[in-house]
């Protein structure tokens, strides 16, 4: 029975870790914060496939960053990606980003 619990238990604190990214406010941090540059949702998270989207926001979104402190263009973003708002949108931008990734079959409804 102990066993069971224990289980239970695992189950319990592994699923919540895995809730407490939100689809929704990964949409609305990439409506906020990415659309201006980037464009609709769709042309952003359809550009790559979901691994290549976790590569990416492993470490917090880092690899993601990285990318645009590579590029002068993005120069204006910079400021956000060293922010503390960036490290804690990240797990919901990841989250976004992965779920309508080009082999998802999903599509974004923020245009």
Request: aromatic residues 10%; hydrophobic residues 35%; proline residues 2%.
């Amino acid at each position: 029975m102990r066993k069971f619990y224990l289980i239970a238990v695992v189950a319990l604190i592994s699923s919540s870790a895995v809730l407490s990214a939100a689809t929704y406010k990964g949409q609305k941090v990439y409506i906020e914060t990415c659309k201006e540059c980037h464009g609709g949702g769709q042309e952003m998270a359809g550009s790559k496939k979901q691994r290549a989207w976790e590569k990416l926001m492993d470490k917090k979104g880092e690899g993601l960053a990285d990318i645009h402190f590579a590029s002068k263009k993005a120069q204006p973003s910079w400021e956000y990606f060293k922010s503390r708002n960036y490290t804690k949108d990240a797990k919901h931008l990841e989250d976004f980003l992965i779920e309508y990734g080009s082999d998802s079959g999903n599509v974004p409804a923020c245009n």
